[in-house]
């Protein structure tokens, strides 16, 4: 969705799943991953260095996991021997997209000037397509 469209609840859960659960994780289990000299992993993605349009709570949320609170913690667990890991992945095939076959924009959206051409706006389309159809629109 558009970031002006970006509805906040669920921009909220994004950031539940991809930024508080691995931080409670680490919180939790941090004393038994310094004891081991562990490392700790965090899955990013290139969608938070390389703005995907439609995209910014995902994007936001990757980027505030990996380059803020991963390249952080890597710092403070050095002392301790534990190395955190940054993954940064390209498009993989998951279900992440899957909700774009039914993504649509709000009525009230500015951007219904593209409800009128038969131009998508990249991951949102007048008439909701997978993203791979989006190449071929």
Do not use: W
């Amino acid at each position: 969705m558009t970031a002006v469209d970006t509805d906040t609840q669920r921009a909220e859960k994004m950031f539940g799943v991809n930024v508080f659960s691995p931080m409670r994780m680490v919180r939790i289990f941090h004393r038994m991953i310094i004891a081991a000299k562990g490392r700790i992993v965090n899955i990013g993605s290139i969608g938070g260095m390389i703005p995907y349009v439609c995209g910014v709570a995902y994007d936001a949320s990757k980027a505030a996991l990996v380059h803020h609170y991963g390249n952080t913690l890597r710092e403070e667990m050095l002392p301790f021997g534990v190395k955190v890991i940054n993954v940064i992945s390209g498009e993989v095939g998951t279900n992440i997209l899957r909700n774009d076959l039914t993504r649509s924009l709000p009525e009230d959206s500015v951007f219904t000037l593209f409800r009128r051409t038969s131009r998508p706006i990249y991951g949102v389309h007048p008439k909701p397509r997978h993203r791979r159809n989006m190449q071929q629109a």
